[in-house]
């Protein structure tokens, strides 16, 4: 059994852990133009000194502890479209107590200010779900274009894994084709300037893990992350 360090943990009620990341400059040339992407995600959202509850992100196959991504590529290597790299990821128990387990996972565009970009779908960044339907459950109500909300529908013992929710990345090669024209005519010829939308933009994904105590599950799911479900046998169903 694998025991990675303690990130968070809690007293029996229902906090748990916030495992983000932060900072790698992706690059990729097309057409001759020199493009930046970046991954982004913020650090933890807390360090929070508890007691019982305790869930880890964990990343092909280590606890994260402050970035996502960091093997992502080798050294030298530049991010190309279309590839899928290997991220896989799960959460393993670190508390005393036995826990259900929710993961949020947000996707999105921003500039180089800042601020998101709409334009750019969250779709072109494919995190590949896996053991969907067998061991997570999708929270439809929850989710949105940019979010979305699994749950694990077994009870994990302390000290244990779930199986993969997520196994690789792929940044969508139809991207590169997001690009517009401007032609100036000056002294007989002709200017062509080609711009791509991705240009100064940052792929940011978010992974937030959290959990609740065994012990009144269902009325601490409502409390927590107000949301209805059903535990029987151990088993979690989403009403």
Not at 43 to 65: F, H, K, R, S
Not at 66 to 91: H, I, P, S, W
Not at 162 to 171: E, G, Q, R, S, V
């Amino acid at each position: 059994m694998k025991k990675f360090k303690k990130i968070l943990t809690s007293p029996a009620t229902t906090v748990a852990a916030f495992a983000l990341a932060v900072g790698l400059l992706l690059f990729s040339s097309i057409g001759g133009a020199r493009a930046a992407l970046t991954y982004f995600s913020e650090d933890y959202a807390a360090n929070i000194q508890l007691q019982e509850i305790g869930v880890t992100l964990v990343e092909n196959g280590a606890p994260v502890e402050g970035e996502l991504l960091k093997g992502l590529l080798g050294e030298g290597e530049e991010l190309k479209f279309q590839t899928a790299y290997r991220e896989e990821l799960n959460v393993y128990n670190s508390g005393v107590i036995n826990e259900y387990v929710r993961v949020s996972i947000h996707k999105y565009w921003m500039d180089e200010n800042g601020e998101k970009i709409p334009a750019l779908s969250p779709d072109l960044i494919d995190l590949n779900l896996v053991n969907i339907g067998s061991d997570w459950l999708v929270d439809e109500e929850a989710s949105t274009r940019e979010r979305t909300v699994l749950y694990y529908n077994k009870l994990l013992a302390s000290q244990s894994e779930t199986t993969l929710f997520a196994d690789k990345l792929t940044i969508d090669g139809s991207i590169a084709n997001r690009v517009s024209e401007t032609r100036q005519t000056q002294g007989g010829y002709t200017t062509i300037t080609r711009t791509y939308e991705y240009d100064g933009a940052r792929f940011c994904i978010e992974a937030k893990v959290d959990a609740v105590q065994e012990h009144n599950a269902q009325d601490a799911v409502w409390s927590a992350w107000g949301r209805r479900v059903t535990i029987d046998n151990g088993v979690l169903s989403l009403d």
